[in-house]
């Protein structure tokens, strides 16, 4: 049997330099209606990260125990090191009606549309090989021989593009984000999500 929940799961996964994390951070930032869920990976920080905020960095023991626990909802091995995404989290405050933005692999939503139905899966595409190529140079956070490894896991990755719900073209970086406050507006409009927001319309209406 599915359960329902009140709140909404948007799911959100691309290639290393597609811009998904500055596309969902954009969101957020126009949207206080979506939260961010801080996942647990094992690889170090880069740059300005914190711990708790961007993600919770652990070691491999700590991860190793949660994975014996059971309680993370997906995790997944990426580019050498681990992510998770703490199950109890994610219940708990799509229960209380909070809308939930993950980002994570593809392995990682596929998991999770297993668990969750009603999850929105959303892939982000960059226009062409070239592009991603120079992105990732430009980020600056990786050598020559990392970004190679991205490139070679880019292909694999959006080769699973057709197990998610809509795909976005990161090309133009505002009509990409329009395309995703489109999925997330869109998704809010449902007949559930509108009954939940809207109840006393739908009371004085008299629609069940």
Do not use: C
């Amino acid at each position: 049997m599915m359960t329902t929940y009140p709140g909404n799961l948007y799911v959100v996964a691309a290639p290393s330099g597609a811009g998904k994390s500055s596309l969902v951070k954009a969101l957020m930032e126009l949207d206080a209606g979506v939260q961010p869920s801080v996942s647990h990976t094992t690889r170090a920080p880069r740059g300005q990260e914190f711990h708790g905020r961007e993600y919770f960095f652990i070691d491999d023991a700590q991860f190793d125990a949660m994975v014996a626990q059971q309680a993370f909802l997906e995790w997944a091995h990426v580019h050498g090191n681990r992510y998770g995404t703490s199950k109890a989290t994610i219940e708990e405050r799509i229960a209380q009606g909070m809308d939930v933005i993950l980002e994570i692999d593809f392995q990682g939503a596929i998991q999770i549309k297993r668990l969750f139905a009603n999850a929105v899966l959303i892939f982000i595409l960059p226009p062409s090989w070239d592009e991603l190529r120079a992105r990732l140079q430009r980020r600056g956070e990786d050598t020559a021989e990392v970004i190679e490894v991205r490139l070679a896991n880019a292909a694999t990755e959006m080769a699973q593009a057709h197990e998610f719900d809509f795909v976005i073209i990161n090309q133009l970086f505002d009509k990409a984000l329009f395309d995703l406050k489109a999925i997330v507006h869109a998704q809010r409009l449902k007949y559930a999500s509108q009954r939940r927001i809207r109840s006393d319309i739908f009371q004085a209406l008299k629609i069940n």
